[in-house]
């Protein structure tokens, strides 16, 4: 179905499948969005489209349906008013992020307390219209992909800190390995009782001390840099994993 782009001249129209002409809102178009509406959740409506819509869960849940992870939150299931329209406004936000205009949504008030029914109605009819032309699966795609994106760069970041923490820990221990040898030296030289040998002896002692810890300290750090690089590689694998999942859920759904 085509929609017409200028909804502001079409308040009393709707646009048919494979017809430019138009038709006056009316039952039968509010049966069309109904019908689409059960065809995409696969479940009827009991009774009124907009009493079933009243709460946000439903339209919440139909929207996730055609673009997958576009609400986030979970809709509240109540009576209460004020977690409606908190549910209305979840979906209106979701469909604002998905890219429909100012003009193909309606406000909380429209379906909350039926100030604007055609509103609603054309919508749903806006998000049909963009299903029948491929583009949900499109924007669905795109949306995956800049959450990879921001995924990777997430993961990138924190794999950053990590070596950062680490190079500054090696760094640290190499001035406390090296200060407590200066000291040990100074303390070995001022020592006037000792011979020579002795003294010749204890700095080889003390520098083969040194010279083991600074090797395992090295290798630590070795080791702790081949953990880190493994760490990213399984999260970058776990990345695609995720991503095909997401690309094989999303053709299974459509």
């Known amino acids: 179905a085509s929609v017409n782009k200028d909804f502001a001249t079409r308040q009393n ?3 048919v499948e494979g017809d430019d002409a138009s038709k006056a809102y009316g039952p039968e178009v509010v049966a069309e969005a109904k019908e689409f509406i059960e065809k995409t959740m696969g479940k009827k409506l009991e009774g009124d489209m907009f009493e079933a819509l009243r709460s946000g869960v439903l339209l919440c849940e139909f929207l996730n349906t055609i673009f997958p992870g576009t609400i986030k939150a979970k809709p ?3 009576k209460v008013p004020a977690f409606r329209l908190q549910n209305i406004q979840l979906y209106l936000d979701g469909c604002a992020s998905c890219g429909f205009a100012t003009y193909e949504r309606f406000n909380q008030m429209d379906l ?8 609603v109605v054309y919508n749903i009819l806006a998000i049909k219209a963009r299903v029948d032309t491929g583009q949900a699966e499109a924007a669905a795609k795109e949306k995956a992909r800049l959450e990879k994106e921001a995924k990777e760069k997430e993961e990138a970041e924190r794999q950053a800190r ?5 190079e500054e ?4 221990e190499r001035e406390e390995l090296e200060k407590a040898m200066a000291s040990a030296m100074k303390d070995l030289e001022s020592d006037k009782a000792k011979s020579a040998e002795e003294v010749a002896k204890a700095k080889a002692e003390l520098a083969k001390k040194m ?5 395992a300290l090295e290798a630590e750090l070795a080791k702790e840099q081949e953990r880190i690089k493994k760490d990213a590689e399984a999260a970058k694998a776990k990345l695609e994993r995720d991503r095909l999942a997401a690309e094989a859920k999303l053709k299974a759904d459509r």
């Not at 990590?162 to 680490?166: G, P």
């Not at 010279?211 to 090797?215: E, H, V, W």
């Open 169 to 172: 820990r090696a760094k640290k």
């Open 76 to 78: 509240q299931q109540s």
């Open 162 to 166: 990590i070596q950062k923490e680490a």
């Open 13 to 15: 129209t709707h646009w």
């Open 112 to 119: 909350y307390e039926n100030k604007d029914e055609k509103a």
């Open 211 to 215: 010279a083991d810890q600074k090797a």
